[in-house]
């Protein structure tokens, strides 16, 4: 079973960035899927976005198109989630997870989550 681990996440104005990146591990990008989700407070969880193995396909709620974007570097074994245009909205705890099917909406594994916060 992998291990996940988030960093990156802090308090940023509306309309800043912030990169969130997870490490891995273990090698993933042969065998697993990744996936953002996040949770608002009050919330479920929502996905946000998925990057298949070898990073050959990605996809996005429509909520974070156009913004947000989901990369995977192989030698790092890590994960990341550039987000742009930030808005208050997109305040919430987000969480990497993993899973062997590609998107998945309840993958197995997970992080502890980073806490994302947007000022207005």
């Known amino acids: 079973q992998v291990q996940l681990r988030e960093s990156g996440g802090g308090l940023v104005q509306a309309g800043g960035s912030l990169r969130l990146s997870c490490a891995a591990s273990t090698r993933t990008d042969s065998t697993y899927a990744m996936h953002w989700f996040r949770q608002a407070p009050g919330k479920e969880r929502k996905f946000v976005a998925a990057i298949s193995r070898f990073g050959t396909s990605t996809k996005y709620a429509d909520s974070v198109k156009g913004r947000f974007t989901i990369s995977r570097e192989s030698a790092k074994n890590t994960v990341y989630l550039q987000m742009n245009s930030l808005k208050p909205e997109d305040t919430a705890i987000y969480y990497c997870?993993?899973?062997?099917?590609?998107?998945?909406?309840?993958?197995?594994?997970w992080g502890q989550g980073t806490q994302v916060t947007v000022s207005s």
């Open positions: 997870a993993a899973s062997l099917t590609y998107p998945e909406t309840t993958p197995p594994n």
